[in-house]
């Protein structure tokens, strides 16, 4: 393996990608949509209806008269009241504190919660501190410290937009690959090619490493824009710059990159069988079927899309990567590809 | 040298060459004449590595095809002209001569040269920043002979150079392939057009799947047809031809168009005596002359005989 003469063939590949528009606009297009147009979409009217961030809570004026520990309470109203461990149940409450209480069926109005559940009531103008709300409407009031709906919704969002990210660099390949194999076996030549004094694996090294290169490239040079349109748009609603994060980077330098090389070891075996330009694209598109699959299952909630379950996925692509590096080593072939590819 | 030893292939049970033994020593040009799917293409692509013999083997400059580890030392020592001249055509001719002079290993120093030499010596210098698709048969053809040249091989295959082009780029072609003989390259060329393998070759092979007959056209000549004087008469006489049947070494003789066609074993010690057998007879002699048989007859009777 001389690797000098596969990077020959990347330069000549280069050149020819220059002269070939589809594949230009592949290399533009489909990274402004995905990393510009896709995020802007999706999140600019989320962030429109989100509950803006709050620093500063509430001034409530309570002034305290009476402490209860771990009692229960229900059909009652209570007021100035700093509550522990209680559980409260068809109440009307106004000017109190909570701390890990369990609230049910009951009004609470200018009134600070902390590490509290609420159930079935409506919580007004009041300060919520690590409480979780459910079937409850908080009208007037502020989350403090916790991830409130719309955040975790944004969160969802934002883990979704890394599948286009992985998707990108599968996808460009199906069309360099496309006109870079199909073409080249249309064109007949790839006879001289195969009768200079190279290797075959310096060969498909050259071919896939020329497809690899600007894909990967295209794909690390979008997440820019698409981390700061990200960053800027959920700012005023998370108070943080959630990107980038660890997920986003084991995803983009490490998932998408081996994805790549899947689909184009992939497009290398079906341009073996295919000699037309389209089909070779379409076929090759099944490619992004996988991590469709993956994303679909963490954002559906089934598994949490963490380090560690991307990681997972990562490794299991290296694993493919290598089998179909084996595969498409037998079909890129000097005999096989002047007697069998058709 | 360039020999082969029952070279045969197989393609999924369709026998495409069968026991093809030939030898070719350096500086000679050879023809491989034969009908289409003879096998002319199979063979050059066995003999430059790019597909493997089922049966039998050749040698390139002594190196065994059949040995991987012989591979890329034989395709640096030959230049492969395909039947489909393959070039990039979004690409220049220019870029296209510049990617194979690299991955042929051209020094630096002397590539950019040698591009410019080529082009200049097949008339297309003038269009080297033209992107190739843009160009006509003749001038892809033209730039894929120099794209095999590029290494400056000493064995040249060339598959049916002329094929597609017009009698003046044919010309061309065949003139180029005669200075490369000349530069004492070896050159094995694939063709159906027999004046052409007259003209540049010295030596010819037959093919269709076997060997049917390899020789210089002067040999094949008279192996098939032996070998004939023809005497132009200001008139014939058939008292003649019983007189020269007379003569030892005459084969036979027929009257033609005011002349004698006389088949002869050997005409240089023949000649004198039929020459006077028929001055004795009166005869009044206008020409003698040895008779060749062309390639096409040649080429035509093998056919022939091979049904
Ligand atoms: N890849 C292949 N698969 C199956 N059969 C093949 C293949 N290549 C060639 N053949 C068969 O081998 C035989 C010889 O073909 P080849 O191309 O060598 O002939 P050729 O002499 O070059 O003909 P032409 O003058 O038409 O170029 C033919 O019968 C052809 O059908
Ligand atoms: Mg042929």
Redesign the pocket.
């Known amino acids: 393996m001389r690797f000098e003469k596969s990077w020959i063939i990347v330069r000549k590949e280069f050149s020819e990608f220059r002269k070939n528009k589809y594949i230009l606009y592949s290399l533009f297009l489909m990274p402004i949509l995905m990393a510009v147009v896709l995020p802007t979409v999706y999140l600019v009217p989320i962030s429109t209806f989100a509950t803006p961030p709050a620093n500063h809570p509430l001034d409530l004026g309570i002034s305290i008269v009476q402490e209860l520990q771990g009692s229960n309470l229900s059909n009652g109203t209570a007021e100035n009241i700093r509550f522990f461990n209680t559980n409260l149940d068809n109440m009307i409450v106004y000017k109190c504190e909570f701390f890990n209480c369990s609230i049910v069926n009951s009004v609470v109005r200018d009134s600070n919660l902390t590490s509290s559940t609420i159930t079935n009531s409506v919580v007004e103008h009041s300060n919520l501190r690590f409480s979780a709300t459910t079937d409850s409407s908080t009208p007037g009031s502020l989350f403090l410290g916790s991830q409130s709906e719309s955040e975790k919704y944004l969160v969802l969002i934002i883990d979704s937009l890394l599948m286009f990210f992985v998707l990108i660099p599968a996808i460009i390949p199906t069309v360099i690959a496309s006109y870079s194999f199909v073409g080249e076996k249309l064109n007949k030549s790839l006879e001289p090619l195969l009768a200079t004094p190279t290797s075959d694996t310096e060969l498909l090294m050259g071919k896939t490493l020329a497809i690899f290169i600007p894909s990967v490239l295209v794909t690390w040079i979008s997440l820019l824009p698409a981390v700061i349109i990200v960053d800027l748009v959920t700012y005023p609603i998370l108070g943080y710059y959630i990107l980038p994060n660890m997920i986003w980077i084991i995803g983009v330098f490490f998932v998408a990159p081996l994805f790549c090389i899947l689909s184009v070891l992939v497009n290398v075996i079906i341009s073996a069988r295919v000699s037309d330009v389209r089909t070779s694209q379409q076929i090759g598109s099944i490619v992004v079927l996988p991590a469709i699959a993956f994303f679909i299952v963490a954002l559906a909630g089934i598994v949490v899309l963490n380090e560690v379950y991307m990681l997972l996925f990562g490794t299991a692509i290296l694993a493919i990567d290598l089998v179909v590096f084996y595969v498409a080593l037998r079909v890129f072939q000097r005999e096989e590809i002047?007697?069998?590819w058709k | 040298m360039i020999e082969t030893q029952h070279l045969g292939r197989v393609?999924?049970g369709?026998v495409?060459?069968e026991d093809v033994s030939f030898s070719i020593k350096d500086g000679e040009a050879f023809a491989f004449l034969?009908?289409?799917?003879?096998?002319?293409?199979?063979?050059v692509r066995m003999l430059c590595c790019l597909i493997g013999a089922t049966t039998g083997t050749g040698f390139i400059d002594g190196l065994d095809i059949r040995e991987k580890s012989n591979h890329i030392k034989i395709r640096s020592m030959i230049g492969l002209l395909p039947?489909n001249p393959g070039m990039y055509e979004s690409l220049s001719a220019h870029r296209n001569l510049d990617f194979y002079a690299r991955l042929y290993g051209v020094p630096e120093s002397e590539r950019e040269a040698r591009i410019s030499e080529m082009l200049k010596r097949l008339g297309i210098y003038e269009r080297r920043n033209d992107a190739v698709g843009k160009f006509s048969k003749g001038m892809k053809q033209k730039i894929a002979i120099a794209r095999a040249l590029m290494h400056e091989p000493s064995y040249i295959f060339l598959?049916?150079p002329t094929a597609a082009l017009d009698p003046e780029a044919a010309l061309t072609v065949r003139n180029f392939l005669m200075e490369l003989k000349k530069e004492g390259r070896t050159i094995f060329l694939?063709t159906?057009n027999l004046d052409e393998a007259q003209r540049v070759c010295d030596r010819i092979g037959v093919?269709k799947t076997r060997l049917l007959a390899t020789g210089t056209p002067d040999e094949l000549s008279s192996r098939f047809f032996g070998k004939s004087t023809v005497v132009g008469l200001k008139e014939t006489n058939p008292d003649y031809l019983l007189a020269l049947r007379q003569l030892p070494g005459v084969l036979d003789a027929k009257i033609g168009d005011k002349c004698i066609l006389i088949s002869v074993a050997d005409p240089a010690s023949q000649n004198p005596s039929i020459i006077s057998t028929l001055v004795a007879k009166g005869a009044q002699i206008e020409y003698v002359q040895e008779v060749k048989h062309g390639l096409e007859d040649i080429y035509l009777k093998l056919m022939g005989d091979s049904k």
């Open positions: 002047l007697v069998k | 393609f999924d369709t495409a060459v034969g009908p289409n799917g003879a096998g002319k293409t199979t063979t039947e598959d049916e694939n159906h093919l």
